[in-house]
């Protein structure tokens, strides 16, 4: 019997393949872990954040690129040599490096800086928007209250449309042709 070049080849390439899967397994681990690490050192952080502010969901994501998100829009990824650190946000013109290093404390210092923006800037728009709701509140009033006499004008005219109609049809009904 002849021996099957293509069933080796695709044997070998078999194996080749389980390798990789077993190294990029390994490598995905490897991220994981540093991720978990940095976020153990958000812990104290994260803490210190009132429970009534909601801006932040941290959490380790587990899939082809392993991230620790902050919130929403920022995440911690692996650079490419899988030992750098990558905090990045998401714009809205596309994604924006905030700070890259080799050290956990360095990654730790930006995210703090970041988490502290964020709360100024929630501060920020809230107290802009208690002039500005009230102004809202009172513009929705008095619209609501324009809709409501408009709605009661119509219900009367209607009725007494209604009303007339109804008045001329007693009449031809109850009318005897001569």
């Keep these: 019997m002849a021996p099957k070049p293509l069933k080796d080849a695709v044997r070998e390439a078999r194996i080749e393949a389980a390798e990789r ?13 540093r991720l978990e690490l940095l976020n153990e050192e958000l812990d104290p952080l994260f803490k210190d954040i009132p ?21 929403v829009i920022a ?6 040599d899988k030992r750098q650190y990558r905090f990045v946000q998401d714009t809205r013109y596309g994604r924006t490096v905030l700070a890259e290093s080799y050290e956990v404390p360095e990654i730790a210092q ?3 800086r970041y ?11 809230l107290s802009d928007d208690v002039a500005l709701g009230r102004y809202a509140a009172q513009q929705t009033l008095r619209s609501e209250r324009r809709r409501r006499r408009w709605r009661a004008l119509r219900t009367l005219i209607y009725g007494m449309i209604l009303g007339i109609a109804a008045l001329f049809a007693f009449v031809l009904v109850n009318n005897p042709a001569p």
């Excluded at 077993?22 to 994981?32: K, P, S, T, Y």
């Excluded at 909601?54 to 899939?63: A, K, P, Q, Y």
Aim: aromatic share 4%.
């Design 115 to 125: 988490v502290a923006r964020r709360l100024v800037e929630r501060e920020r728009a």
């Design 110 to 112: 930006a995210v703090t």
């Design 75 to 80: 995440h911690i990824e692996m650079g490419r």
């Design 51 to 71: 429970d009534d502010i909601e801006l932040f969901d941290r959490g380790v994501s587990r899939g082809d690129a392993p991230r620790l998100w902050i919130d």
């Design 21 to 33: 899967s077993g190294v990029v397994v390994d490598l995905r681990n490897a991220e994981l872990a």
